[in-house]
């Protein structure tokens, strides 16, 4: 089946570095990504939806200079959460459908998720 | 805004029970419906999925879920639960139209206990 590969899977970060996330689409092109935020004990929320060779679209409440999202191609997108702090600690996932007339009728497939703890 | 509900916040079970998992999302269009399981420690796996058709959908490891239109549920179920069933469960749903994201109720955690 399609795999979506996220990483770092686990990530330590000192407050105010940055921190770049990569999720891939290793067997399908998509041209539309997906990030979500996961808290604890907590469902995913979606923090935007990333288009390949267009601005992302962040949902309300997310800012969108503090989480820098790239596009650059149809089977890679990078979430980098700037000047981190820690109430950015969270698990972050991404998500990818394949944008072909193969993955009409699919359902998203999911990264192994980015477990982010800023200290 | 589309919203999906999960009731449950934690189910515990014994092993062999039965498992009914609630689900009810706000939304008057043509959806998507998804089950994932997230073990622990692991990635979001798809459980079943509902596009057209059969209502009744067969999962993986034995789950199946119905889709009740009338209802707007898509609750899963299993008949005869495993210790190896211990999980986060999520119900999602996807309007079917364009790319659009999936949308997450809260999740249910499932404790099976021998």
């Known amino acids: 089946g399609a795999v979506v590969s996220q990483h770092p899977s686990r990530v330590i970060c000192k407050s105010g570095t940055s921190v770049k996330i990569e999720c891939r689409s290793l067997d399908f092109q998509a041209t539309t990504m997906f990030w979500y935020r996961q808290f604890p004990k907590k469902s995913l929320m979606l923090m935007a939806t990333?288009?390949?060779?267009?601005?992302?679209?962040?949902e309300q409440g997310v800012e969108k200079d503090k989480f820098l999202i790239n596009h650059a191609s149809l089977t890679l997108s990078t979430l980098t959460v700037t000047s981190a702090h820690p109430e950015d600690s969270s698990f972050y996932i991404c998500s990818a459908r394949d944008s072909g007339p193969e993955g009409k009728n699919t359902e998203a497939f999911f990264g192994q998720g980015t477990r982010l703890t800023v200290v | 805004a589309q919203s999906v509900s999960q009731h449950n916040h934690h189910v515990i079970l014994s092993e062999a029970a039965s498992l009914e998992l609630g689900c009810n999302y706000s939304y008057g269009g043509t959806v998507n419906l998804f089950w994932y399981v997230q073990y622990p420690g692991q990635h979001l796996q798809l459980l079943l999925k509902y596009f057209s058709g059969d209502p009744l959908v067969k999962g993986i490891k034995g789950f199946e879920a119905e889709f009740i239109k009338s209802k707007f549920s898509f609750n899963l179920r299993k008949p005869s639960v495993q210790w190896s069933d211990t999980a986060e469960y999520f119900c999602a749903v996807r309007l079917n139209s364009g790319n659009t994201p999936l949308v997450f109720g809260k999740g249910t955690r499932l404790s099976v206990i021998a």
């Open positions: 990333s288009n390949e060779g267009s601005k992302a679209t962040y």
